[in-house]
């Protein structure tokens, strides 16, 4: 299996509304098996959406809170409560900040062999599910903030979110490419 690079901030994929899959074959599990190897290979990741790996379809797949889901062309079907809580991407390495979401949601998806499954979740595994739906709509969580800043994790530097938004890719994500 190939391990794909993970496109950051600032690359275009990650605003691209995500094509729904129609084809349950050989080709989608490649691309589950290259999203799964790739999250793997991060220690801090705890999800991953198909624009990540620059392909633009409706796939995602969570390991996270000892539960492991591939979810093709997912969608929210109810949604209650809310929660504030701190979010990070690994297409925004180091950068964190508070996002405002449903508590609990239901989701209807698919799974590899294109059998149709609904789950419902609450608290940071809903968060979890609705970041990711997010990436196949082009939403970053930085475009939901309710902060003024997020912060580097790195060196603690605080960065707009105008600046960021602003700015494609911003100073602190160049930084990261290079390996300083
Ligand atoms: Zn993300």
Same mark, same amino acid.
């Given at each position: !299996?190939?391990k794909a690079?993970? &496109?950051?901030f =600032?690359?275009? /994929?990650?605003?691209? &509304?995500?094509?729904?899959?129609?084809a349950? =074959?050989?080709?989608?599990g490649i691309?589950i098996?290259?999203?799964?190897?790739?999250l793997?290979?991060?220690?801090? +990741?705890?999800a991953l959406?198909a624009p @990540?790996v620059?392909?633009s379809?409706? /796939?995602t797949?969570?390991?996270y809170m000892d539960?492991?889901?591939e979810?093709i062309n997912p969608?929210i *079907? +109810?949604?209650?409560?809310? @929660?504030?809580d /701190?979010e990070?991407?690994?297409?925004l390495? =180091?950068f964190?900040?508070t #996002?405002k979401?449903?508590?609990t *949601?239901? #989701?209807?998806?698919q799974d590899?062999? +294109?059998?149709?499954k &609904?789950i419902?979740?609450?608290?940071k !595994?809903a968060?979890?599910?609705?970041h990711?739906i997010?990436?196949?709509? =082009?939403?970053l969580?930085?475009d939901?903030?309710e902060?003024e800043? *997020? /912060?580097?994790?790195?060196?603690g530097r605080?960065l707009? *979110?105008r600046e !960021?938004?602003?700015?494609?890719?911003?100073e602190g994500?160049?930084? #990261?490419?290079?390996g300083d």
């Amino acid at each position: !299996m190939k391990k794909a690079e993970i &496109t950051l901030f =600032g690359d275009p /994929v990650l605003r691209e &509304t995500a094509r729904p899959v129609r084809a349950f =074959g050989k080709k989608l599990g490649i691309l589950i098996g290259t999203i799964q190897f790739t999250l793997r290979s991060r220690p801090d +990741g705890a999800a991953l959406a198909a624009p @990540q790996v620059a392909v633009s379809k409706r /796939v995602t797949v969570i390991d996270y809170m000892d539960e492991y889901i591939e979810m093709i062309n997912p969608e929210i *079907v +109810g949604a209650s409560g809310t @929660q504030s809580d /701190v979010e990070g991407c690994l297409s925004l390495p =180091g950068f964190l900040g508070t #996002v405002k979401r449903a508590e609990t *949601v239901r #989701v209807k998806f698919q799974d590899r062999a +294109g059998r149709e499954k &609904t789950i419902e979740r609450s608290g940071k !595994m809903a968060r979890c599910i609705q970041h990711e739906i997010d990436h196949l709509d =082009g939403i970053l969580f930085i475009d939901r903030m309710e902060d003024e800043f *997020v /912060v580097n994790s790195f060196d603690g530097r605080k960065l707009s *979110v105008r600046e !960021m938004l602003n700015a494609s890719p911003p100073e602190g994500l160049r930084s #990261v490419r290079n390996g300083d």
